[in-house]
């Protein structure tokens, strides 16, 4: 007995709480806006984060760093008073496609490949062998001619 009575005790409790917590949060939509607001940030965040994925996946910062990381390894393995020929037509044809000149797709400064294939950024990546490294695009071809001259 004494139990039942705890019981609807306890159901009366939750009952009148729940009924003043719906009347209090009714007034104005205050329970509706937030979660609207908080789905339509969700939204929002995962839908940029969606096209980030898929624009940098497939992209030219993909190729940036393959050709940087490409170019670096060939510069540390070469020795000096060598030519490599490198094709780089996949390169060329996003950096046409991205209004970059050929002359520009290819920079070596001391140390450092930088590729770059669009005109908002480019990729650098450092190389160890102590050389002097020319790169310059091939006229004829969509290629690019890469020469170490000397030790520094």
């Known amino acids: ?7 609807d005790k306890r ?3 939750r009952k009148t709480f729940g009924t003043i917590f719906l009347a209090k949060n009714r007034k104005a939509g205050k329970i ?8 339509v940030l969700n939204i929002m965040f995962f839908g940029i984060l969606l096209i980030f ?8 910062i993909v190729y940036e760093q393959a050709y940087a990381k490409q170019i670096a390894l ?3 393995e070469s020795k000096p008073v060598m030519k490599i020929k490198l094709n780089m037509e996949e390169a060329i044809n996003l950096a046409e496609k991205n209004g970059v000149s050929k002359d ?4 070596i400064n001391e140390n450092f490949v930088i ?3 669009s005109e908002k950024g480019g990729y650098s990546y450092s190389f160890f062998n102590n050389v002097d490294v020319t790169a310059y695009p091939d006229i004829t071809n969509k290629n690019y ?8």
């Open 1 to 7: 007995m004494k139990e039942d009575l705890l019981l």
């Open 11 to 13: 159901q009366k409790n």
């Open 32 to 39: 509706l806006f937030p979660t609207v607001i908080f789905f």
């Open 53 to 60: 994925v898929f624009r940098s996946s497939g992209g030219v």
């Open 74 to 76: 060939l510069i540390d």
């Open 104 to 107: 520009e797709i290819v920079k």
């Open 115 to 117: 590729v770059k294939l």
């Open 145 to 152: 001619i890469i020469i170490i001259n000397k030790y520094k």
